[in-house]
């Protein structure tokens, strides 16, 4: 059961993270990313904490801060090449990789969320990516055994919550924010603006308050 | 024992209630056809959210006759309401939901439960019945599984037996049985039992039931206001 | 590629429908179905279908009138008790039926829409349903391999529509349609409104007209 | 052969944009950084609709400088626009697209490719580069792929190669490649040239380019208009 939602302070929120949790950060390429939170959590120092992200920001910014501070133990995601820093620790032994095809992870994510343990996927078959994988042919085709992957906690951005954490997300910021919500079991949003219950369209809630525990407002 | 249907029927529900309606944390229920869709009724607690499998949280009272919408069922085709903040999704979301464990509760009616938990509520193979619907899928994905279920059939036979004769829905799945007459937790590999209505006795209960049972050291009398 | 979005008849839609052919056709208890298009398809009198579809409407009406016309070959689905003649007509071997959990079944249908061939659940394992089936140990649970539905014509029904074949629906009448339209060769989708492109909140589209062939406006 | 690189990289985008320009039928396209993006600029085909792998349908052209909508970006991190009837949606349905096969066509540069249609695009060992993107999805999953690649290396050397020495993103994926001088189509299992450039001969393909491949019986003159 989930508490009634809490809004709470970024500092406040962070606290429910442990070193070594596995903690699931919305956005892509700096966008749809809580960039209170993620600063919130870099103030924190809490370290030997695994990223699940589709990337790591840039140095520096962003979920580029969490690296520069050393507190990460491990990464999943999919796309480092724009933080530089992220290989050079890599390289180093200072960090492990989990490195997943966009829709692999964005599939794993889901699955996690969805109570899927593991599905198929024609995805990498037979690159390095697919070392060490199972692979099965279904018809003609050989396809990749993949996995969920869950999340201890998801900081997620959205665009607006009502009280009762009902999300609706803006434009490209949606991203992986929405799949994230259901794969992770602590689930601490950044919103832009909270309205009162029945504000927003039932037709057009992306992420149904089901999937929410905590809601910050951006700015305070 | 003498109760009607009827009265056996809304006892059950009024006692499943109970189960929610103190909650302070949100609980996100869903609620099978028949006695089940009666627990809403009576659970009068802001906190609880309940969720139809196609494709709605948040489902509100049964319509009245000048509230009905036709695009608007709980999944036993009744017309329903809606809360405020309810949202509406596709039926993969739905079981993504459920599959995905965050589905705090299903109550369910059953044919039959046993001793081990097991649960027998899709099909009698009379050959008159072919489907299956969510019962599956509720009762591996619900974090907690309530079987409303009247405690002996037409026939005064328990329906809370040593071991389902019907096909099963889910082995081990039972978290909790009322009935109008009881109240069972399946604990540590075996069911307790845990309260008795006021008009009957352990020994009545004992032979009521063909499922074997303990009873628990603080057997309680149950709530049947 | 899919044609330029097409607006015709329900007589000039169900001519895509050979056939043998594997027809979804949307809805959940009578609500969310396209009727006209059902209509249509039993006045044509096609036979030999495979109807995948959560229920079979009642006795004589939606769906029903496929089982009463003898249009029906196999069924592939969750729910049939609403309709007593597909258990009968099971029972003499008229028609073949593949049931499966209504979960599994959605599943199946956007595992389909989504390149997945296969996936694990936790849904009816031990059970009837699971006869036959394999089976694999995930952590501490057994789960049961299921596979893809796909489907060669889709019928749907959707609230609205834009021109280009962006599609909303209403209410519970949502349910199986949106992950059909991912599901099957060919959409074709009976709506109540067809409004000019832009008119529908980019945030709110359900259904991107990349899914959709064909649109029917219901009525006519 | 002496080219600009701006110029060979304009000249490999509308040389691509041909491939939709006419187009009758919508054509959903996924278009990957750099030259790729390019062609968006010379499609000017109201049923060509361009995917973007973050979760976007019906992606407009690049963004003026007073249209610029930090939130609107193309899976390049370039600030994008809207067209009419766009739609956004999350990553694991956009990847559904991908996957499930209803994207028509995908562009994508590459470091290299190969005689067997391999295409090495992903990563470049040196321990500089630990990315993947949405690649492996979308040549496994994108009905046409097509390649825009410069014929040759800074150093002059084939990037269509035999069998490629870079780490492979897809198998037997490329369907078209176009270079600045030539395009090649992967047929009955093997590369088939085309078309050439007007300032080159067949002899100049054939010293450039270190894949074996046939000349079609009826290779064409490029149009580089």
């Known amino acids: ?220 | 024992m003498e109760m009607s249907e009827e009265i056996a029927k809304e006892r059950i529900a009024k006692r499943i209630a109970q189960e929610f309606r103190l909650t302070t944390n949100r609980l996100f229920l869903n609620l099978g056809v028949g006695i089940p869709t009666m627990v809403a009724d009576y659970v009068n607690n802001a906190n609880v959210f309940v969720q139809a499998e196609n494709g709605m949280l948040g489902v509100g009272p049964l319509a009245k006759s000048d509230e009905e919408d036709w695009q608007l069922i709980n999944a036993g085709r009744q017309m329903v309401t809606m809360t405020k903040g309810c949202s509406f999704f596709d039926s993969s979301v739905s079981f993504g939901m459920i599959r995905g464990g965050h589905v705090d509760a299903t109550v369910l009616g059953a044919f039959e439960v046993d001793e081990a938990g097991n649960i027998a509520n899709w099909i009698i193979p009379n050959g008159k019945q072919l489907g299956v619907g969510g019962a599956m899928d509720l009762v591996s994905g619900a974090n907690r599984v309530i079987v409303a279920i009247q405690h002996q059939d037409k026939k005064g036979k328990s329906k809370i037996k040593k071991s389902c004769a019907l096909p099963i829905t889910g082995f081990h799945e039972a978290d909790l049985i009322i009935t109008e007459y009881a109240v069972f937790a399946y604990e540590d590999g075996g069911l307790v039992l845990k309260e008795i209505a006021p008009e009957v006795t352990l020994e009545d209960i004992r032979m009521m039931t063909e499922a074997a049972y303990k009873v628990s050291a603080t057997v309680k009398t149950m709530n049947v206001a």
């Open chain 1, 1 to 220: 059961m989930k508490k009634v939602i809490q809004i709470m302070s970024c500092e406040e929120a962070i606290k429910s993270i442990a070193p070594h949790s596995r903690v699931m950060v919305g956005g892509f390429g700096l966008r749809g990313y809580p960039e209170d939170l993620v600063d919130a959590l870099a103030a924190s120092g809490i370290g030997d904490l695994t990223i699940i992200s589709n990337d790591l920001g840039s140095p520096g910014i962003g979920l580029g801060k969490l690296l520069t501070n050393n507190q990460i133990k491990g990464l999943e995601g999919n796309y480092y090449n724009w933080n530089p820093e992220v290989a050079a620790a890599y390289n180093e032994g200072k960090i492990k990789v989990n490195l997943l095809p966009q829709g692999t992870f964005a599939e794993g994510i889901r699955a996690a969320g969805a109570g899927i343990p593991a599905f198929y996927t024609l995805a990498s078959v037979g690159t390095e990516l697919a070392k060490g994988k199972e692979t099965r042919t279904f018809g003609d085709k050989e396809y990749v055994l993949e996995y969920a992957l869950p999340g201890d906690v998801a900081l997620l951005k959205a665009e607006k919550a009502d009280e009762l954490g009902n999300l609706v997300y803006c434009k490209s910021a949606r991203n992986f924010n929405p799949i994230m919500a259901m794969a992770a079991k602590y689930v601490i949003v950044e919103v832009g603006e909270i309205v009162a219950a029945g504000e927003l369209d039932p037709e057009c809630i992306v992420t149904p308050h089901m999937f929410v525990d905590v809601l910050v407002l951006k700015g305070r």
